[in-house]
């Protein structure tokens, strides 16, 4: 049987102001989330023909000019996986100060 | 000499009076308590919330040389000039990794420019000094290449322009236009272009979203439109709606130097700089691709031209010209005059806010390093301002004195030599690892490097400096020489790092921790960091 004390460190949560690691979820995902559009446009030869065409216009282009709100909304996934590792590292270093 | 189009002029005029008369009233916008401090002429004091910033970046990054020559180079090559598209979609990824380090540091210690963080970091003032050098020597053609954005639209317009016109009535526009814009530089510092940069955004985004709906429907659509570009290229033997497979590499290499360089450029980090939060910085890398449909929308009037007959049968055609004619041909004529006006104010914009940030790196790194260490922040102000004159002085005589060829090739080489600090700043952004010598090294082998090869190229336009791409040693393919000689720096700052550090060669100091990396308005950081005027 354990002595008195250890069932309250056990139900205990991570001791306040445990720094957060360097790697975490949020970061891991938000690069991957910014490097999605990178390697889109850097990859040119499985964009750089005209067919299909929508409208008039050579797959070149509106696939290109179409990647423009889509790496938008990859960047703005990324400013909130951010914010919210931020907010936690924050959280833990205010913890540490208690 | 041509026929003055009137009712365009007209309207070209009243809006330049209008954001005259705003960058004068700019000073008096959310005036600061410390007018004599440079932070507050040469970053408006830090203040500008998510919207502003956003103005102003736009109206930073998305010059009327832009305007004017990405859809020119469309027009003139087809698919290969359209690489400014993916340049600015990699653009905001990839300095969205950096960019909010970069504020965090230069807040806590109350840098102003780029080079003063390589100072604070690696303790190096030769180091810091070339960063300036090169800061400086890049922005000084981009902003010439302004004036020939404005030349473009008063010659499509008919005023100043002719060949037998005496040079002072021809060039009579341009001197107005500068002097003015000088002046309310000097008196408003960054606030003036962030207060104009609204109408100017607002104005572009109007005459493009018309621009690609209102030419199509007059030239018979998109497919039409296409058409006659295929078939134009077809003709020409040159160019073509898409890249022959040896032209892919040079098109991503294009885009990711491009985009690597964007945010090197010392007025790209004035914008930053000025912004009041870190997340301010980061909610923009998010909302700043709406100016990148915009260009992409811009660059298929390069199509367009070609579709309506601009400039067909001219030997020897300005593609430069082909957009401002586009615009002359296809619109009625007062809407003519707010699309040059976008034009024209769109080079007022990046040509204060360019002189303001090379204003800054003389002051900062060169007078008050070397020169005079014992400036007050009020003699910083007063020299910057003065700085700011000279620079514009500077690009005036170059573009009357020089021919526009020349403007052209050193802003091509000026991309290539700002990537070369690019080493020193972002990776001093994450580590302290690299050895300043090395960092100096690896920086001159690019800068040598990429001029010597640029040098060689010869186009049917120029003898020298007749392109940007090369074949990459090694890999055999043609990239763009910026990017190569990014490259090799990075080797040769990782190989003398290595050396060095195996020799035990002394270091310089480092002032900065690594809390000041992720430091935010209204954290301790900030609240225990020396007041900026008292920093420095």
Do not use: C
């Amino acid at each position: 049987m354990p002595s008195d004390q250890a069932p309250d460190k056990a139900v205990m949560p991570e001791p306040a102001g445990a720094p957060v690691p360097a790697v975490t979820p949020e970061r891991v995902l938000a690069g991957l989330a910014l490097l999605v559009p990178i390697v889109a446009m850097l990859w040119v030869s499985s964009y750089d023909k005209p067919d299909p065409a929508v409208a008039g216009m050579p797959f070149f282009y509106w696939y290109q000019l179409l990647w423009v709100p889509v790496s938008a909304v990859f960047t703005v996934a990324a400013y909130l996986l951010i914010n919210r590792d931020e907010k936690a590292r924050k959280a833990a270093r205010n913890g540490g100060a208690r | 000499m041509k026929d003055v189009n009137v009712p365009a002029l007209v309207v070209f005029v009243l809006f330049f009076l209008l954001v005259t008369a705003m960058g004068f009233l700019a000073s008096r916008w959310r005036r600061a308590d410390n007018a004599a401090h440079l932070d507050e002429w040469g970053l408006g004091g830090r203040s500008f919330g998510t919207w502003v910033t956003w103005f102003l970046l736009g109206g930073d990054l998305y010059t009327a040389y832009t305007f004017v020559a990405v859809p020119a180079a469309v027009y003139a090559t087809g698919a290969a000039g359209f690489f400014a598209v993916p340049y600015t979609i990699i653009a905001y990824p990839l300095v969205f990794l950096f960019l909010p380090r970069l504020w965090s540091v230069s807040r806590v210690h109350g840098y102003v420019t780029p080079a003063d963080f390589v100072r604070g970091r690696y303790g190096s003032r030769p180091l810091s000094l070339v960063v300036a050098l090169t800061g400086i020597l890049a922005t000084m053609p981009y902003i010439a290449l302004q004036l020939v954005g404005i030349q473009a639209v008063l010659d499509v317009l008919g005023v100043g322009g002719g060949e037998n016109a005496n040079w002072f009535v021809k060039d009579l526009p341009l001197f107005l236009a500068f002097g003015v814009l000088a002046a309310y530089t000097y008196s408003s510092g960054l606030r003036a272009p962030a207060l104009i940069a609204f109408v100017k955004d607002a104005l572009v985004y109007i005459v493009i979203i018309v621009a690609v709906i209102y030419i199509p429907l007059r030239l018979g659509g998109y497919g039409h439109i296409f058409g006659a570009a295929a078939d134009h290229f077809k003709q020409a033997k040159a160019g073509g709606l898409t890249l022959p497979d040896n032209k892919q590499w040079t098109y991503a290499t294009l885009g990711l130097g491009s985009a690597m360089a964007l945010f090197m450029y010392p007025h790209s980090v004035t914008g930053v700089l000025a912004s009041k939060s870190r997340n301010t910085v980061r909610r923009n890398m998010a909302i700043m691709p709406a100016y990148s449909l915009m260009l992409g929308l811009l660059a298929l009037l390069g199509f367009m031209a070609i579709a309506a007959g601009v400039g067909s049968g001219v030997k020897g055609y300005n593609s430069q010209l082909s957009v401002p004619q586009l615009f002359a041909n296809m619109f009625p004529d007062w809407f003519t005059g707010v699309a040059f006006a976008a034009i024209g104010i769109g080079a007022l914009v990046p040509a204060a806010i360019m002189s303001i940030a090379a204003a800054n790196l003389f002051t900062r790194n060169v007078y008050k390093e070397w020169l005079k260490p014992a400036a007050t922040p009020a003699d910083e102000t007063r020299i910057a301002k003065l700085v700011s004159l000279l620079v514009k002085v500077g690009a005036l005589v170059f573009v009357l004195g020089m021919d526009k060829q020349a403007a052209i090739n050193l802003q091509l080489l000026g991309g290539l030599w700002i990537l070369q600090t690019f080493v020193a700043i972002v990776g001093g952004l994450f580590t302290r690892w690299f050895h300043h010598w090395a960092l100096f090294a690896g920086w001159a082998a690019g800068m040598v490097y990429g001029t010597w090869k640029a040098y060689g190229l010869a186009s049917p336009a120029t003898k020298h400096f007749g392109g940007n791409a090369a074949e990459i040693p090694g890999i055999g393919e043609i990239g763009y020489i910026g990017l190569t000689a990014f490259a090799l720096n990075l080797i040769v700052a990782v190989a003398l790092t290595l050396v060095l550090r195996a020799v035990k060669a002394p270091d310089g100091p480092d002032e900065t921790k690594p809390s000041d990396y992720s430091a935010e308005a209204g954290d301790d950081e900030l609240e225990n960091a020396p007041e900026p005027v008292a920093a420095h």
